[in-house]
């Protein structure tokens, strides 16, 4: 296998674990969803003892959910509406869910939270959820957008501005959390390992990517 850059992108795992079947399933998710959704909770400015709002139950907003949860939150809600996935999201500190959507999504978090978050993760993309990230967000507070933009290109600008509304994010710089997440998985603090709910052999991967698009799995891990 042929890695381009490996000096500046590749990381060691401990020895200790280089055999560790279980413990390489968990650290797995640093190499995407994990440091992605890390990076949703780091660009919302999530703080000890703050409340933060996660839109998406996907891989990418559960790892929010930990992460938010490891980054000392004491409040996280999520929105989504797959129950299998919200349960793992209370298992990773979630401590309210909303299943509803658009403007009623909106009204629940608004007077859930008595004006809104101070830390949003948005984790889809679309317009949507790009509103709606905007909507709940409290005066003064800030969006961490890691969704790839999908149909997502005019946002609420004007909101933003007279709310004074920060909005950081973009592609998930994962080479540079993955050593302290890594020292938390390989501490037993975190494990994001739950989201990788389907293992597939090479020949299986284009099963997986379908299993995925139809909602069956939330996030496939590929076994040689």
């Known amino acids: 296998m042929r890695a381009p850059f490996a000096d500046g992108t590749l990381v060691t795992v401990p020895k200790e674990v280089e055999n560790d079947d279980a413990m390489l399933t968990k650290i797995l998710p640093l190499t995407d ?6 990076h949703a909770a780091v660009s919302a400015g999530v703080q000890q003892g703050g409340t933060a709002a996660v839109i998406g139950d996907g891989a990418v907003g559960l790892c929010g959910v930990l992460a938010a949860k490891r980054l000392g939150a004491e409040r996280i809600i999520i929105l989504g509406r797959h129950q299998n996935r919200l349960e793992i999201a209370r298992r990773f500190g979630a401590t309210e869910v909303v299943t509803s959507k658009d403007q009623q999504a909106v009204d629940e978090v608004l007077e859930m939270t008595k004006g809104g978050a101070e830390s949003v993760l948005e984790c889809v ?7 709606t990230a905007i909507s709940i967000t409290r005066p003064g507070g800030a969006i ?3 969704g790839v933009p999908h149909g997502s290109e005019t946002i609420n600008l004007s909101r933003m501005f ?4 920060t909005l950081r994010g973009g592609v998930a710089p994962a080479r540079a959390y993955i050593p302290e997440l890594l020292t938390d998985v390989v501490a037993g603090k975190i494990d994001p390992s739950p989201v990788l709910d389907l293992s597939v052999d090479l020949n299986g ?5 379908a299993a995925m698009d139809k909602r069956e799995a939330i996030k496939v891990m590929v076994r040689p």
């Open 33 to 38: 969803v994990m440091s992605t959704g890390h």
């Open 125 to 131: 993309g679309n317009e949507s959820s790009m509103d």
């Open 144 to 146: 961490g957008y890691v």
């Open 162 to 165: 007279f709310s004074n509304i």
């Open 205 to 209: 991967v284009p099963s997986g990517y």
